[in-house]
């Protein structure tokens, strides 16, 4: 059963729009900035053996039934990501995907279950390439919105100011007084003891039952996201190479990895990677998302055997996906990401 969904009223819909009309110009406008850059567009089959295998990332289930009758799991994909590798291994180097994704457990001004997210790759090229991309596509969409600003809730920034850049470390110790790479091992092993100390130090809640990563996912909502992107974009790299299970370790410092989350208005868009290509540790770091998994939901994902296939030829790369739904609120000013969805879902109720 669903609850009455207002958005196909008349009245309603006159109100949104103008906004969605703005979406469907900077698509465009995105979707040509790539294509002229000479990167192919490329479409992501929804359905897949595995759709991601993040602790916390919830994912829609079905199955296929075969003609003989037997059924078979699969799931809908929670990012194209697995899909656009393949293709890197297969011999594109430079694509990108405008994919319809589909996330349980997520809905609220920020997220929605089914939303759109924009891919895009890069083969031999440092992620600091792509970070330079993340910059353009924030100035394009704020052009082709004819706005000189991106605003949320009261807070702005400037689309076409150079993003500030500061690694996870620097943000931790900025806006919470805490020496996050203290409380990791020489080779990334996070010590849960010592963040728990600066943590509660920091005058912020510890749980007997908090991993590290609960603290490390505590701290970062709490004191350090809220003060990113404003006034300008922000980007916010070299994660602890345990909260980065797709991601490349930096050179000279294995504690931390090429992971970066893009900023504006303390609204994250956009999450990149120097890809991983070791198809060995992928699957360890999996198998170590997938037990975690266990631990907190009850359930876990299949491993994408063909996926780790494609890794032990997929080239050195770099990519990154940016949730095209949030740029338009952004770029247009709208408070709830559902007056920028054409056609949002229904909410269900008992």
């Not at 465009?28 to 192919?40: C, P, S």
């Not at 319809?100 to 031999?124: I, S």
Request: hydrophobic share 45%; with cysteine; proline share 6%.
């Amino acid at each position: 059963m669903s609850a009455p969904s207002p958005w196909w009223t008349p009245a309603r819909h006159a109100d949104r729009r103008g906004r969605l009309l703005t979406r469907n110009r900077i698509t465009a406008a995105l979707r040509a900035h790539l294509g002229g850059q000479g990167f192919v567009e490329v479409e992501a089959a929804a359905l897949q053996v595995s759709p991601g295998n993040e602790a916390h990332l919830s994912a829609f289930a079905t199955a296929a039934t075969a003609p003989d009758g037997s059924r078979h799991p699969l799931y809908l994909h929670t990012s194209p990501e697995f899909a656009c590798k393949k293709l890197l291994a297969a011999g594109e180097e430079r694509l990108f995907s405008l994919s319809r994704v589909f996330r349980d457990r997520e809905r609220g001004p920020l997220h929605h279950p089914e939303f759109t997210m924009l891919e895009w790759y890069r083969a031999g090229e440092p992620y600091a390439r792509i970070m330079a991309d993340c910059a353009a596509m924030l100035a394009l969409a704020a052009e082709t919105a004819g706005t000189d600003r991106l605003t949320w809730r009261g807070r702005e920034a400037d689309p076409f100011a150079a993003p500030e850049r500061i690694t996870v470390a620097e943000a931790f110790s900025r806006h919470a007084g805490i020496d996050l790479l203290a409380t990791l091992g020489a080779d990334g092993e996070p010590d849960r003891e010592a963040l728990a100390e600066q943590v509660s130090t920091a005058g912020l809640r510890v749980a007997d039952d908090d991993t590290w990563a609960d603290l490390f996912s505590r701290v970062l909502v709490a004191r350090v996201e809220p003060q990113l992107g404003l006034g300008r974009p922000t980007i916010l790299c070299e994660y602890p190479a345990c909260e980065a299970a797709l991601a490349r370790r930096k050179d000279g410092d294995r504690r931390v990895s090429e992971r970066f989350e893009l900023y504006a208005c303390g609204v994250e868009l956009a999450n990149g990677f120097g890809e991983l290509t070791d198809p060995e540790e992928q699957r360890r770091r999996f198998e170590a998302e997938m037990a975690e998994k266990l631990r907190v939901y009850g359930e876990t994902y299949p491993i994408d055997e063909d996926f780790l296939a494609a890794l032990a030829i997929m080239p050195e790369a770099s990519g990154v996906a940016l949730g095209l739904d949030r740029l338009v609120m952004l770029a247009t000013g709208a408070r709830h990401i559902e007056d920028v969805l054409w056609t949002p879902v229904a909410e269900t109720v008992a």
